[in-house]
């Protein structure tokens, strides 16, 4: 499953990094009404939400659908400003049908977008997103109701909202995350302008890759679908809050826009989901299973499996094959033969790279 972004018409400096208020908020949203999904941030959370005074705790629940499972696009700037009133401003300027059709991708789902016509003035339009909206629940259905009755006073209230979260707690740490964002975009603009956008793209993380034809990039995501740049390029915003989500704007009309979390120092690049499939696949054998668990008490060679199992060693040697692709032995030649033992790394990671590709 994989996004590619069509890059192939893109100017060669098309390709940006960039950091985002707005962009973090959102992710520190995101945080606050899915704080399972963010553990290393679940004492973060609680003390917001203990700190929050009740009409700004019940505003953020009110419009949480612009953040919770899916971001409003227009809440991942294209062009990222120094501040987060300037973002706002730009998000001023858009007209009510792009608000509002991007607002209703995340209370209606992402398969419809309401483009053309637009449900401001289309009846069998509205009632489509009414429709789809009640089918997500009551919460979604009001929003949407409320949305397409009066824009002009919801984006007055979602604007108000977020600057109130700015006093609240934005600010705080928004001066905290951007240090780590600036050392991050140092590092990619970087590698950019010395080793060209393949490094670059390999530094945001294991999900995110150049096409071998360079014509594209793609994105482990739960879709296949292409999007194109054009002209007008491709933003990856750094996060901190947003680990480990991949969130990323590819909707018609809306220039890609990819936030990436920002890595902890130290821990292993991310896995593709490819990777963990393969890993599944190969421990759902039970004979690669008993194998697993018998290098589990020491290094084996290919022969003493195959005695110790009452296997060939041609079938043992076909299951260890398959579990040497999938990351999960290593072996060391000793003299004539082949002594295997676990990668007991991958193979304790493979818990947290699962809901790591499940959750991007």
């Not at 009001?142 to 397409?148: M, N, S, V």
């Not at 590092?187 to 294991?206: C, E, H, I, T, Y």
Request: glycine share 6%.
């Amino acid at each position: 499953m994989t996004l590619r972004i069509d890059i192939a018409a893109m100017p060669s400096e098309g390709l940006r990094f960039a950091a985002s208020p707005l962009a973090e908020l959102t992710a520190m949203l995101h945080v606050l009404a899915e704080p399972e999904h963010h553990p290393e941030f679940g004492a973060w959370a609680a003390d917001v939400w203990a700190g929050l005074r009740p009409g700004l705790a019940d505003r953020l629940r009110e419009a949480e659908f612009l953040w919770r499972t899916s971001q409003a696009d227009f809440m991942l700037p294209a062009r990222p400003c120094p501040t987060l009133g300037e973002e706002l401003d730009d998000v001023d300027r858009l007209d009510d049908e792009r608000y509002v059709s991007a607002a209703l991708v995340t209370t209606c789902g992402n398969r419809v977008h309401f483009t053309s016509p637009s449900p401001l003035g289309d009846a069998a339009a509205r009632d489509l997103a009414l429709d789809l909206a009640q089918a997500r629940g009551p919460r979604q259905e009001a929003f949407a109701e409320r949305l397409l009755a009066d824009p002009a006073a919801v984006r007055a209230r979602v604007r108000e909202t977020l600057e109130a979260c700015a006093e609240a707690f934005f600010d705080s740490a928004w001066a905290d995350a951007a240090v780590r964002l600036a050392t991050d975009l140092r590092l990619k603009n970087d590698l950019l302008k010395r080793q060209g956008p393949g490094a670059a793209l390999a530094s945001v993380s294991g999900a995110v890759t150049l096409a071998p034809d360079g014509d594209g990039i793609l994105v482990d995501k739960l879709l296949d679908k292409v999007t194109h740049a054009h002209g007008t390029g491709v933003t990856f915003i750094p996060s901190v809050f947003g680990r480990p989500h991949l969130a990323v704007v590819h909707a018609p009309g809306w220039q890609p826009v990819v936030q990436y979390p920002v890595t902890e120092p130290g821990p292993s690049r991310p896995v593709s989901l490819d990777t963990v499939a393969l890993r599944l696949e190969a421990l759902s054998h039970p004979a690669r299973l008993r194998l697993l668990r018998t290098l589990a008490r020491g290094a084996h060679t290919n022969g003493e499996l195959a005695h110790t199992w009452d296997m060939t060693p041609p079938e043992v040697s076909r299951h260890l094959a398959l579990l040497r692709r999938a990351g999960l032995l290593v072996g060391r030649r000793e003299g004539r033969y082949v002594r295997y033992s676990l990668n007991l790394s991958d193979l304790t990671a493979l818990g947290t790279d699962l809901l790591a590709a499940v959750l991007r």
